[in-house]
């Protein structure tokens, strides 16, 4: 409180020297106005950036997805390919048992491209056999009041039910249609549509809407194909057990390389050593991440750095100079009864208006900055990076400022809190 | 009555390159309270810096001072400070009224450096010792507006802002024409009659000649000590 009382005068008279000073004050502030600007700027679009390719690599079923496919065995074991099963509904028992690390298992069977009749209308898309695992692995869901997913009791009686993608429903049933309960026919089977994939477009959760032209572009595979039973896939469509693949989830992104070890070691075990699979990961993908994002961070901070060092310089030299004009003026001050602790909080507190000031002056100016680089992005890209202000960002931004210049006052009002007071009396 | 303040065998010594000059050589004097004192000499003669160390801007090489019953030849900065801005006022030859602030602001600016300064206090006591130097009707006028007749009284009002046991006149009327020039000094001559010690610093005989006592100094040492 009491510091208070002291600080108050001091950052009026800050405020006063201001006023008085315009242009030279806007000078000194400039270095501040621009690093200020650029930090949050530049932290605001790597975000909305580094945000977007998260949920690529999302979209690519996550950093923490391990795919395992057939395939074939490999030159000196090609003699025993009598002996391979290829991957089949005991494999995910197995991985289930011997691999903790895995959180879901999600067995794949494509049956291919099919013909998806209604009443004469007709489409051509992907059919896959899946359990219910399919969603955590997929990071899919069945929003509320477009059916529901298939169960694991769908597996076990081999139901004709079908999980159909969003883009699939208008081809097949038109605008406005409900289709759950509907029945739709494949190879002559019946098979009644009991759910509605997520639509990822249009759900404005993956995908941010301002980014309409990517509508109908990358993302549209995402949203057509159809689902049903892995079971019933494997009976009534392929007619043996094997599946197409395995997709896992794991649960803890750095542990990808144990899980994917733990994996392979499984699979060859219950496949008698036989080499009948491969495992990918989005490791590769994930290392591109990771070191994209080291970039950006590496450039932004040097940025930033060099802008904000020049502004503490800015501002450093400002009060330095203003100090040289004031030397009387802290003559008399010290004359009728300042103390050196005085003058030092009187001139610390002089930078410290000039940083907040120009701090804020920059986040108005980042906000320009951040409206123009989402202007150009979204010419520039179809997925283009949109960034949003964060109030957290320019809260850190103010505050660097406002580090900067309380660094940069503390040698200039050293100085003015050292002067003799009959020397400064005599300047002239 | 014991004086306002005594000092015995005080000396003040510069180094300057080679050569230690001794600005004060061993000086005895006693200041009562009321007085109106002028210290007389020409540049050089050790005036100033007597009044630099009296005032607190500067501490003796050797010797005591003893203020108010208190030995204060060896005090430090932040003591000093405070007997700056509680007991002691200045006034300057060139004013030295800073041009940012309102006449009002720079009576008050003593009062900002005292323990528990209070805004509106400060400004209430600025009030009064603007009208007890006549210039309750430039409240808010800057220096640059003022005479220069005005603005000593500006800055007499800022010595005596604090009710100070003493206050140093330094040349005074140095920058002034002949009506202000006796209008300061009766101004300041008035100022005993509230108990407050006067000190004249000036090199002119004339305005020496309107203290009650008059110190003349040379060579950094008492030359004559008389009383009218």
Known sequence: MKLFDRIRPAILNGLRELQANKIRSLLSMSGIILGVASLVAMVTVVQGMVGNFRQFVDAMGGIEKITVTREQLPKEQEHLAELSEGITMRDVERIRKTVSLVDNISPEARVGSERLIVEGRETSTYVTGVTADYLPVAKRWVDPGFGRFISDLDVLNMNDVIVLGSAVVPELFGANVDPVGKVIKIRGRRFTVIGILNNIEGSGMQIRSANSRSSGGSWRWRNSGALIPVSTAQAKFIGNDRLSGLGLRIGD???LRDAVEQTERTILAGHKGLRDFAITTNEQVLEDFRKTEAAFKLSLGGVAGISLFVGGIGIMNVMLASINERIREIGVRKAVGARGSDLFLQFLSEAAVISVIGGLIGLVVSMGIVALMNYILMQALPTGAVATLDWLIMVQGLAFSVVVGLVAGVYPALRAASLDPIEALRHE | MS???????????????????????????????????????????????????????????????????????????????????NRVGFVFQSFNLLPRLTVLENVALPMLYRENSDPVANEAAATIALERVGMSHRLDHRPNQLSGGERQRVAIARAIVGSPSIIFADEPTGNLDVKNIDRILDLLGSLIKEGITVVLVTHDLAVAEKAHRVISMRAGLVQEDRTR
């Open chain 2, 3 to 85: 004086a306002l303040i005594a000092i015995r065998g005080l000396r003040k010594a510069y180094v300057m390159g080679d050569e230690t000059v001794h600005a004060l050589a061993g000086v005895d004097l006693d200041f009562q309270q009321g007085e109106f004192v002028a210290i007389l000499g020409p540049s050089g003669s050790g005036k100033s810096t007597l009044m630099h160390i009296l005032g607190f801007m500067d501490t003796p090489t050797e010797g005591s001072i003893v203020f108010d019953g208190q030995e204060v030849a060896k005090i430090e900065p932040d003591l000093r400070a405070w007997y700056r801005s």
């Open chain 1, 253 to 255: 992104a750095e542990l």
